[in-house]
């Protein structure tokens, strides 16, 4: 299973729902970086010296910077739901065939209603 770092926006319930899927989840709260405006460079950054590869609602900015960090240990970018168990299991569906997230950008999508 997958090392995560979820950034801070990224909701509790999907991360224990990753969790209970198998996967290492470490958040920002737990990394002691919530409510700090960590800019999201720096967010990257250390999801990378920890080995963890950062999962976020942030699509926008996440995208740009994997253009121009490529040496990160993977971005997962996911839509906003509301469906915290579902986001979660489209995350675990997205991720459970790769082996390696390094350098890899990773598109979560919400399913149309």
Known sequence: MARL??????????????????????TSREAGNAGRAVPDDEVLRFGTVSGRAVV??????????HGTYADH????????????AALADRVHRAIAGIDVLDGRLIRVDRLPA
């Open 73 to 84: 240990r993977g971005i997962v970018v996911c839509s906003v739901d509301a469906d915290f």
């Open 56 to 65: 976020t609602l942030n699509r926008r900015h996440f995208v740009r910077l």
């Open 5 to 26: 770092y979820a950034n801070e926006n990224f909701p509790l319930p999907a991360v224990e729902r990753l969790r209970a899927l198998g996967h290492d989840v470490l």
